[in-house]
């Protein structure tokens, strides 16, 4: 049986300040994901669960709650900047324009600087500005982050799938 090794990520030496990377995904936001994420994490703002409150807003339907938002961007993006890493801080994020449920959502990431680290030399920091972008181009989210991430050299081991305990056969 030969088996094919998927996508592992990028590693710190792979970025170049400069690349764009789009999310190969989109994501339809559904009525569903927006309340339950909005109760899950009790958040009492009607705007973003009671269609009736909404209409008497300035947007006349439920807003996708923005932690949402955010979770959904930031998870479209980590095959290519963080799969190999992990969030260091945020920087800034600006909301110029509303989400709404039945939307479709896709991420860009561009390198804005990168460089060793200083105190762990298997590691090197990127920093990203991403985009939250419609399906019709309107940009709702963008906000900047910096990532730790793993020089190849450095990088755990990818072996960690456990092989099959399959029946033997007779032949």
């Given at each position: 049986m030969a088996v094919k090794t998927g996508w592992?990520?990028?590693?710190?030496?792979?970025?170049e300040v400069g690349?764009?990377?789009r999310s190969r995904?989109?994501?339809?936001?559904?009525?569903?994901?927006n309340i339950w994420f909005t109760?899950?994490?009790?958040?009492?703002?009607?705007?973003?669960?009671?269609?009736?409150y909404a209409e008497r807003t300035e947007f006349a339907k439920p807003l996708v709650?923005?932690?949402?938002?955010?979770?959904?961007?930031?998870g479209l993006g980590v095959a290519d900047t963080s799969e190999n890493g992990f969030a260091?801080?945020?920087?800034?994020?600006?909301?110029?324009?509303?989400?709404f449920e039945g939307e479709t959502i896709y991420s860009e990431s561009e390198v804005l600087e990168k460089r060793e680290s200083k105190s762990r030399p298997q590691w090197g920091i990127v920093k990203f500005r991403s985009r939250g972008i419609k399906q019709d181009g309107t940009i709702v989210m963008e906000?900047?982050?910096?990532v730790m991430v793993w020089k190849k050299a450095d990088a755990p081991g990818r072996d960690h799938f456990p092989e099959p305990k399959l029946p033997e056969t007779s032949s």
């Open positions: 592992e990520g990028r590693f710190f030496e792979d970025f690349d764009v990377y995904i989109g994501r339809t936001i559904t009525q569903a994901d109760l899950l994490t009790n958040n009492t703002n009607q705007i973003h669960f009671n269609q009736h709650n923005i932690a949402l938002t955010l979770a959904i961007v930031a260091l801080g945020w920087d800034k994020i600006d909301l110029p324009n509303p989400l906000y900047t982050r910096s």
